[in-house]
Each structure stands twice: as C-alpha cells, then as structure tokens.
Nanobody, 121 residues
C-alpha cells in the first residue's frame, strides 16, 4: 500500500509558475505521475517519471511548460508548471503504478487526494 500526499496547489494568475509536490509513504512504485482532471472531463496524464531510471513521459497537451522531477531519497515527486494558463485550471492528482511510464489512469493503483489549481486570467 502506497499513500500519496500532494501539496502546492492554489489560486494563481495567468503567467505565474507553480510547483506541486507529492510525498509517497514508500518507494515501491515503478512509476510516479501527475494527472489532472477538468470539470466533467476524464483524468489525463500530465507527466510520469520512472522510479528505476530517469526516463519521463509527458501528456500530449502539456509538453513544454511542465517539468516532472523526483527525489528518490525523499520519496518525493514534483511538478513544475510555468506560464500558467486559465485552461490549466483543474484538480491535479499524484499517482503511483507498478507499470513502467503508463499513461492510462487505470494502470495506477494508488492516488493522492488531489490538489486544486486555479488560474485566473
């Protein structure tokens, strides 16, 4: 069982930067990822990072402004978001999986409670 706790969300203005963090209770996952969910929409992959090497994967809609990173010794994964846009407003979830860099939310067995990011124009 892996417990995930996110932090760092909030209300920001367009153009600002934000850093989300997620602490895992253990380091047994193969992949850690960030997903986001807009109201009424399906959850989509933002970025994933392998816990066993340094490979990453980004969702097609977010390439360029999002950077995922990890700290293996602290069981922490972070998501840096630059040049925030109103369309980035969503609930952001941290997730962990035994699958390597999976993009399907169904592949992730463990989820955090989510953190709201709201970007005002």
């Amino acid at each position: 069982q892996v417990q995930l706790v996110e932090s760092g969300g909030g209300l920001v203005q367009a153009g600002d930067s934000l850093r989300l963090s997620c602490v895992a209770s253990s380091g047994t996952a193969i992949t850690m990822a960030w997903f986001r969910q807009h109201p009424g929409k399906v959850r989509e992959l933002v970025a994933a990072i392998s816990w066993v090497d340094d490979n990453t994967r980004y969702g097609d809609s977010v390439k360029g402004r999002f950077t995922i990173s990890k700290n293996n010794s602290k069981n922490t994964v972070s998501l840096q978001i630059d040049s925030l846009r109103p369309e980035d407003t969503a609930v952001y979830y941290c997730a962990a999986a035994q699958n390597y860099l999976a993009s399907d939310p169904a592949a992730y067995a463990y989820w955090g409670q989510g953190t709201q990011v709201t970007v005002s124009s």
